[in-house]
Nanobody, 121 residues
Framework: QVQLVESGGGLVQPGGSLRLSCAASGNIFRINTMGWHRQTPGKQRELVATFTNGGSTTYADSVKARFTISRDYAKNTVYLQMNSLKPEDTAVYYC???????????????WGQGTQVTVSS
């Protein structure tokens, strides 16, 4: 089994910063992609930032230059540094990952339970 556990959400004022963490554990041979999505009530889950296959990064246009995704390969952990937060960044943030097993088969996506980020004065 594979688990993704997020932490770091909370309440922050506009213009403030938060850092989210997501640790993957369990039967992991290799992580193919790992990143963050977010969702608000009544809307579809949307990509925020992710490491793609090969290690490059992709960001949603709305967060470019404000958010930075990073990764600790040894700990199977990704981080999302969020700066200059805006009220429209308020959402539940979900970590997700796709894995590759020893035979080369793709597994997932796996999702974390989500962490609430609220940007409000």
């Amino acid at each position: 089994q594979v688990q993704l556990v997020e932490s770091g959400g909370g309440l922050v004022q506009p213009g403030g910063s938060l850092r989210l963490s997501c640790a993957a554990s369990g039967n992991i041979f290799r992580i193919n992609t790992m990143g963050w999505h977010r969702q608000t009530p009544g809307k579809q889950r949307e990509l925020v930032a992710t490491f793609t296959n090969g290690g490059s990064t992709t960001y949603a246009d709305s967060v470019k230059a404000r958010f930075t995704i990073s990764r600790d390969y040894a700990k199977n952990t990704v981080y999302l540094q969020m700066n200059s937060l805006k009220p429209e960044d308020t959402a539940v943030y979900y970590c997700n990952a796709r894995l590759i097993d020893r035979t080369g088969r793709f597994l997932g996506p796996y999702w974390g339970q989500g962490t609430q980020v609220t940007v409000s004065s």
